[in-house]
T-cell receptor, first 117, second 116 residues
Framework: AQSVAQPEDQVNVAEGNPLTVKCTYSVSGNPYLFWYVQYPNRGLQFLLKYITGDNLVKGSYGFEAEFNKSQTSFHLKKPSALVSDSALYFCAVRGTAGSGNTGKLIFGQGTTLQVKP | GAVVSQHPSRVICKSGTSVKIECRSLDFQATTMFWYRQFPKQSLMLMATSNEGSKATYEQGVEKDKFLINHASLTLSTLTVTSAHPEDSSFYIC????????????FGPGTRLTVL
């Protein structure tokens, strides 16, 4: 069965410092991986995705994520955090339907990023 | 772009009434739309998947007679919460996909439903 784990409920980082939000996944076959950000009382905004190709994916607002197949991880990173990056971040995975995958988008439990001035 | 809107953004209703939430893809045709429910500080739980012109596919544990979904066109899906009760109070989010399984879903801003 496909699943996503975000091991940290909250990540705290000082403004200007690099940030990492962790995500690991489980899926049969090749995964489609996504990161979304949610601000309070808002829907999700797409940040970036990995489908195939280069393991380092660059997305919106200076975020990037690295696909690591051997570690089944897709950590979200940013070289220099901003206070405005403070939000709830969701990792999601979709596996090709069949072989234990539903073909649906499965979300992690979310990680709250707090960037302090 | 790929913009998805939801209406209303916030609704308060009395127990026993029905509430309709609209989800529209504004600048693209959405072959598939999804409805999620999110409790405070929790992840999104998929309720149902709807394809234009066909019946919605509901997730296990979701009552299809209580949460009526209609996807009448490629730009509009509606979720009707029938005979709402306080436990139905939640944040409902829709998303739309342009088609291929690997394409990202574009999310609406969500609807906060409060049932008194």
């Amino acid at each position: 069965a496909q699943s996503v784990a975000q091991p940290e409920d909250q990540v705290n980082v000082a403004e200007g410092n690099p940030l990492t939000v962790k995500c690991t996944y489980s899926v049969s076959g090749n995964p489609y991986l996504f990161w979304y950000v949610q601000y309070p009382n808002r829907g999700l905004q797409f940040l970036l995705k990995y489908i195939t190709g280069d393991n380092l994916v660059k997305g919106s607002y200076g975020f990037e994520a690295e696909f690591n197949k051997s570690q089944t991880s897709f950590h979200l990173k940013k070289p220099s955090a901003l206070v405005s990056d403070s939000a709830l971040y969701f990792c999601a995975v979709r596996g090709t339907a069949g072989s234990g995958n539903t073909g649906k988008l499965i979300f992690g439990q979310g990680t709250t990023l707090q960037v302090k001035p | 772009g790929a913009v998805v809107s939801q209406h209303p953004s916030r609704v308060i209703c009395k127990s026993g009434t029905s509430v309709k939430i609209e989800c529209r893809s504004l600048d693209f045709q959405a072959t598939t739309m999804f409805w999620y429910r999110q409790f405070p500080k929790q992840s999104l739980m998929l309720m149902a998947t709807s394809n234009e012109g066909s019946k919605a596919t509901y997730e296990q544990g979701v009552e299809k007679d209580k949460f009526l979904i209609n996807h009448a066109s490629l730009t509009l899906s509606t979720l009707t919460v029938t005979s709402a009760h306080p436990e139905d109070s939640s944040f409902y989010i829709c998303s739309a996909s342009k088609g291929a399984a690997y394409n990202e879903q574009f999310f609406g801003p969500g609807t906060r439903l409060t049932v008194l």
